[in-house]
C-alpha cells in the first residue's frame, strides 16, 4: 500500500530557504481577510491562483522593516528568516533540486527546489482539521498525506480517498485557519518525526499558504468563504436514501420502493449502483435489466421517491460507444506521456479517463450528465472511482490504485492535478445538472477543499462493524472543521454483513448524520430497514421518522452551512474551548443547540455523556441537568437541549414535498434568553427563502415566546413546546398535558406564568 507515498521526506537534507523570495500579500473576499504568502521559483507563477482559492482580492496593507499591517488583521512579521503571525512562527525550506528523490524528478523543468517546505514549533496548541481521517479528530502526533486515493477508512491507513491540506489551530480560544493551497501531494507532520515540531512539506514548484485567525467557528467561515460556500441542498438531499450495490433491474428497484411503502419507512431515493449500466458503460442503462426504465422512473416520481444513478469517470474504450467516440474525437481524455490516450481497468476493462482540469471535456461531460438526467428523470448523481482510481495498468495492478503521475492533464502533469481531479468532474456534474433548473444534488467520494460548491461527501467503504459506525463521528466533524458540512457515512456499514442490532444503533446515528443513506456492498446481507422482521423495523421506523420530525432544523442548519460554511455538526470545543480536558470524540453538537451523545458500542445500553457548563435538558424526558457534569444516559439516541435554544420541528410526513412546514413545533428549553429559528423555501429550485424566528424569555417565573413568520404561507399551527415544567398559573394560549407545556404561537406572542 501507499507505492508512490513510501518515501520518507527528507527534511534533514533540506536547506533554509531565504525568505526574500516570499511574497506577502494581504486578501479580502466579502469581508473575511487573511495573510498570503506565495513562494514561487519560476516568474510563471507570480500570478497563480486557486486552486481551492478563488476571488479573493488584494487588499490594501503597509509594510515596515518586514512589519506587514493591514486593516482588519493581526500583524504579521518577517524577519531573521521567520514568519510570525499569531502564535505561530514558520521557517521555509526546500530540497535541493539535486537531492530529489525519485517522485519529484518529475518536476524536473529546472526548479531549484523541487520540494518545499515549512516547518514550526508545535506550542501547546491543539490541531484539527484535514479533512477525511481515520484516528479520531485530534491531529497532533500525526502524519498526514493529501493525494486522493481508493483507500477504504480503516484505523492507520492515510490518505484516503479525499486530499484536504487544510489545518486548524487552536490554542485557547484562538484559532488559526492554515490553508495550503496546492493541489501537488503533500504531508502534514503535526509532531510525528519530532514531537515539537509542525513540517508541512509539498511536492511542487510553489508554495502558496493562507492563514486567517479567529474563534474556531470564525476561521471555518473564513476558510469557506475562500474556497466557496456550500451550495444549497434540495430538501430531498436531507431524507432517507436506500442504496445497495446493486438494485440491479427494474424488478429490484420496485421491491425495495414497495417494501418501503408497506412497512411506512420514509423514501427519498433508492440508489442506482453500476449494474444500471449497460456494460458498465456510463450514461447508459441496461435495456435488458431495465426495460422500461422512463415508465419506472415517471411511476416512483408519482410516489415521491427519485433515482439516483452512479456515475464514474472512467469511460468504457469501445468502438460505437457514443461517449467514447465523441470524447476522443473532441480530446476530452487523459493522455499519457508520449501523447498516447492512457488506458486502465475499472469496472469497463478498458477504460479513458475525461481530464477535468481543461473547460472543454468539463463542458462535454456536463452536457451528458444533463442529457441523461433529463432523458430518465433522475434527481441527483453519484460520483464514485473518482480519485481517480484504476484497478488495472498495462497488465498488472496499479500503484496505490493511481494513474501513472507522469500523465499528461493540459498543461500540467497528473502529479498537479490528480487530487483536483473529482472537484473538476462535481463541477462538471453541477454545470450539468443545473442546466436542468433544479438544484443540483451530487454525492462524491473524493474531494479538495471547494468540493463543497457542489457536492456531499460520503466516507467510502467502511464495513459493517461497532467501530466503522464510531470512527464516523470524528471523520464528519473533521469534515465539517474542514469546509465540508455535508457528509456521511454508509449507514449499516458497506463491506461485511450488518447485524440488527448494529443497524439499528446505525440508523439512530444516521438520522443525525447531515447525509443520511444506508448502503451495503455487493454480496453481504441484505440491510434495508425492514430486513430484520417487524420487531426491528418498528425500531428503525422511530430512527426514520425522527429524522422526518427535524427536518425544519436540519434545513435551517444547512441554510446555515450555505450562508456562513458552519458545519451541521460541532465539536464541544467550538463553543467550550477551556474544556478541552474534558473533550470526547464521541459527542457534538447538531447546530448549536443539541447536544448528541450516540451509543456506539455494542450491548452499550447506558452511556456516560460529559456536559458542558450551563444547563442542559434532556431532549426525550424533559429533565434538567447542571453542567458541567457526567451524566448516565440511556439509549437508543441521547440528546440534550441547551438552555435557551429552540429547535424547530415537525411532525414527519414523508416523503418530502416543499421546505415549508404549515405545522411547526418549536421544542424549547427554557434558558433567561431564547432563541430558534427556522428557515423555508420551496425546498428546491432556485426563488428566494425565509428566515422566521422564535424569541423569548424566562425570568425563572414568566415566560414569554413571540414568533415572527416571514414565511408568507399558511400555517395550521405553530407551537412552542416546552418539557419538565409544573403547570403555570397563569398564561396565554396555554396548554399542559402530562408534563408537557404547550404554547400556541399563531396569534404570534404567548405566555406562561408560574407562582
Ligand atoms: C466503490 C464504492 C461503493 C460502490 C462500489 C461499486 O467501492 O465506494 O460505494 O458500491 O464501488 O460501484
Known sequence: MNALLNWDIPFDRMERLDLSGMEVQAVEKEGVRAWRLLFTQRPRDRAKAGPAVQGARPWPMEATEGLYRAEGLPPLALGEGRVRFGGLTLSLWGLPHLEALPLLRLLSDGVPYPLLALRFPLGAAHYYGLGERTGGLARRGGRFWNFTMDQPPRPGRDPLYLASPLLVRLEGDEALGLLLDESHPSLFDLGHAHPAEGRVAVASPHLDFYVLSGSLLEVVRGLTLLTGRPAMPPLWALGYHQCRYSYADSQAVREVVEAFKAHDLPLEAVWLDIHHMEGYKVFTLSPHRFPDFRALSEELAGEGVRLVPIVDPGVKVEEGYRVFEEGKRRGVFLLDDRDELLVGGVWPRRAVWPDFSREGPRAFWAEEVRRFAEENGFAGIWNDMNEPAVLELGGAESPDKALPLTARQGEKSHLEARNLYALGMAEATYQGLAALGRRPFILTRSGFPGIQRYAFVWTGDN???????????????????????????????????????????????????????????????????YAFGEAWTSRMREALRFRYRLLPYLYSLAREAHEEGLPL????????????????????????????????????????????????????????????????????????????????????????????????????????????????????????GAWSELKGAFDGKRLVLAFEDRSGHPREGVWAEVLGVAPPVKGQGVLYREGRLLLDLGPGEAFAEWA
Open 463 to 529: 464495513e459493517s462493524r461497532h467501530e466503522d459506525m464510531a470512527l464516523s463521528v470524528p471523520m464528519l466533524l473533521s469534515l465539517g472543521l474542514s469546509g465540508v458540512p455535508f457528509a456521511g457515512a454508509d449507514v449499516g456499514g458497506f463491506g461485511q454483513d450488518a447485524t440488527p442490532e448494529l443497524l439499528l444503533r446505525w440508523t439512530w446515528l444516521g438520522a443525525l448524520y447531515p447525509f443520511f443513506r444506508n448502503h451495503s456492498a455487493l454480496g453481504t446481507r441484505r440491510q434495508e430497514p
Open 569 to 688: 455538526w460541532r465539536p464541544l470545543f467550538a463553543y467550550w474551548p477551556g474544556e478541552m480536558a474534558a473533550f470526547r470524540e464521541d459527542e457534538f453538537l447538531l447546530g448549536e443547540g443539541l447536544l448528541a451523545a450516540p451509543l456506539l458500542h455494542q450491548g452499550e445500553g447506558v452511556r456516560e455523556v460529559y456536559l458542558p457548563p450551563g444547563t442542559w435538558w434532556d431532549f426525550w424526558a424533559g429533565c434538567r441537568v447542571a453542567g458541567p457534569a457526567l451524566e448516565q444516559a440511556l439509549g437508543p439516541l441521547p440528546l440534550y437541549l441547551k438552555e435557551g435554544a429552540a429547535i424547530p420541528l415537525t411532525e414527519p410526513t414523508y416523503p418530502t414535498r416543499t421546505a415549508r412546514w404549515p405545522r411547526l413545533g418549536f421544542r424549547v428549553a427554557l434558558g433567561p434568553a431564547i432563541r430558534g429559528r427556522v428557515y423555508e423555501d420551496e425546498g428546491e429550485g432556485f426563488a428566494p
